[in-house]
């Protein structure tokens, strides 16, 4: 539950408070902490300890918990180490959870100069889609470059978006990556269509790639980490659809 509070201490300096997160500007006063801890902390803390007003809060956390695992960081200071048994009623999906099996190139464009290389999903800080193109007998400028990507939203509506040549970094000779980092959690079900483009000609076949096709013959602390992860997806796109 991601709540936003704003108050103002005594010399009206803004302060906000997000759930895990505190941000201030040149504070100097001891009694705006004594009055968050004993007014705004349980208000927006209650889901510690009542039932979450945000059923994706859990999830969230558990998500967390499995990264910290897979990275081996901080494993002794879990993000659901402290959840309440109302939590964790919340977490009985994760076994059940499927992934998508998305992956092909089409065949609509012959003899396409760009070839695709190879795609994977980051679970970095920032989960992302990454696709490796090869230049191939592309002999234009690498300037000219475009990535087209488009998928349906978490409300069933077509987005695109275009990312441009200094948005890609080389792998290698001739190969490329281009980095995709802005699904939302409610849409890593959804399948991503790339195609690159030279201005507005196309340069490459059109590769479709969904980010649950990440988690097919994962074993081990990463198989549980992209099960929370689309446990926690499947529960943001049912919750705020």
């Known amino acids: ?11 009206f300096t803004a302060f906000y408070k997000v759930t895990g997160k505190t941000a201030c500007c040149n504070s100097s006063f001891n009694l705006f902490t004594k009055f968050f801890d004993l007014y705004f902390a349980p208000v927006l803390y209650k889901e510690l300890r009542e039932e979450p007003q945000d059923p994706n809060a859990p999830r969230r956390r558990r998500r967390k918990s499995k990264a910290q695992i897979f990275k081996n960081y901080r494993t002794d200071a879990l993000a659901d180490g402290n959840m309440t048994e109302t939590h964790k009623a919340y977490l009985s999906d994760m076994e059940a959870v499927t992934f998508g099996n998305t992956n092909r190139v089409l065949n609509d464009l012959d003899n396409a100069p760009i070839t695709w290389a190879g795609k994977s999903l980051n679970l970095e800080s920032k989960v992302a889609l990454k696709f490796v193109f090869n230049i191939g007998s592309f002999t234009g400028k690498l300037s000219d470059l475009r990535l087209r990507v488009s998928y349906l939203d978490a409300y069933g509506n077509e987005k695109t978006e275009i ?11 001739g190969a490329y990556v281009f980095t995709v980092d802005t699904l939302l959690a409610a849409e890593l079900r959804t399948v991503v269509s790339v195609q690159i483009y030279a201005g507005q000609t196309p340069v490459s076949a059109t590769l479709q790639y969904s980010p649950d096709t990440y988690g097919n013959n994962k074993t081990g602390t990463l198989l549980d980490l992209c099960k929370a992860l689309f446990a926690y997806s499947d529960s943001a796109k049912a919750f705020f659809a």
């Open 163 to 173: 990312l441009t040549e200094s948005q890609a970094y080389g792998q290698g000779t």
């Open 1 to 11: 539950m991601d709540k936003l509070a704003v108050i103002y201490n005594i010399s």
